[in-house]
């Protein structure tokens, strides 16, 4: 529950972030108990080119991507992001691994092992416990949401989801 709640206020902060700098203001994020103001910055793994791409998206639900793009970002500090098939990506080690496809009305995320079909020579595995992906070969899979709502409603399974898919 504490994850939830801070990952909730996390997003909140940024978007409010994001609109106060795109509006020109200066945004104090929070304040400290003692009173000392801490002002509130871009997360060390967020891209400006990424910042850039979603200042001007449009998107029916953009909101469900800023959400989710936060949750993603805060699963691993490593958790790197990028600008991939004019979406927003995500990188564990230099790989890409998480990318949204942002064609359809949905909100869709292919998990992918690297830019192309790997040739293991055992067969890739992945348990899926969480019954968010839908597989469409054997290394990639999607995971759609209809809007936030269906995002709150899985963020505990999906970053689980996306913890363990980065490091596989």
Same mark, same amino acid.
């Given at each position: 529950?504490?994850? %939830? *709640? $801070?990952? &909730? #206020?996390?997003?909140?902060?940024?978007?409010?972030?994001?609109?106060?700098?795109? +509006? @020109?203001?200066?945004?104090?994020?929070?304040?400290?108990?003692? @009173?000392?103001?801490?002002?509130?910055? &871009?997360?060390? /793994?967020?891209? =400006?080119?990424?910042?850039? #791409? +979603?200042?001007?998206?449009?998107?029916?639900?953009?909101?469900?991507?800023?959400?989710?793009?936060?949750?993603?970002?805060?699963?691993?500090?490593?958790?790197?992001?990028?600008?991939?098939? /004019?979406? =927003?990506?995500?990188?564990?080690?230099?790989?890409?691994?998480?990318?949204?496809?942002?064609?359809?009305?949905?909100?869709?995320?292919?998990?992918?092992?690297?830019?192309?079909? %790997?040739?293991?020579?055992? =067969?890739?595995?992945? /348990? !899926?416990?969480? @019954?968010?992906?839908?597989?469409?070969?054997? !290394? &990639?899979?999607?995971? *759609?949401?209809?809007?936030? $709502? !269906?995002?709150?409603?899985?963020?505990?399974?999906? @970053?689980?989801?996306?913890?363990?898919? +980065? %490091? *596989?």
């Amino acid at each position: 529950m504490a994850i %939830k *709640t $801070a990952l &909730r #206020l996390d997003y909140r902060l940024s978007h409010r972030g994001r609109l106060a700098a795109e +509006m @020109g203001a200066n945004l104090c994020g929070c304040v400290r108990s003692e @009173g000392a103001h801490v002002e509130e910055d &871009r997360g060390m /793994n967020q891209n =400006p080119d990424v910042d850039r #791409l +979603m200042r001007t998206l449009e998107h029916p639900q953009k909101e469900a991507i800023e959400y989710l793009r936060t949750a993603i970002l805060n699963v691993d500090p490593q958790i790197t992001e990028q600008v991939k098939w /004019n979406a =927003p990506s995500f990188c564990y080690g230099g790989v890409d691994r998480v990318t949204f496809q942002l064609k359809s009305k949905d909100v869709q995320l292919i998990f992918h092992r690297g830019a192309k079909v %790997k040739d293991d020579e055992t =067969p890739f595995a992945f /348990n !899926d416990d969480s @019954g968010l992906m839908e597989w469409r070969t054997n !290394d &990639r899979a999607m995971v *759609t949401f209809k809007d936030v $709502a !269906d995002v709150t409603a899985h963020e505990e399974a999906f @970053g689980s989801l996306v913890s363990r898919w +980065m %490091k *596989t």
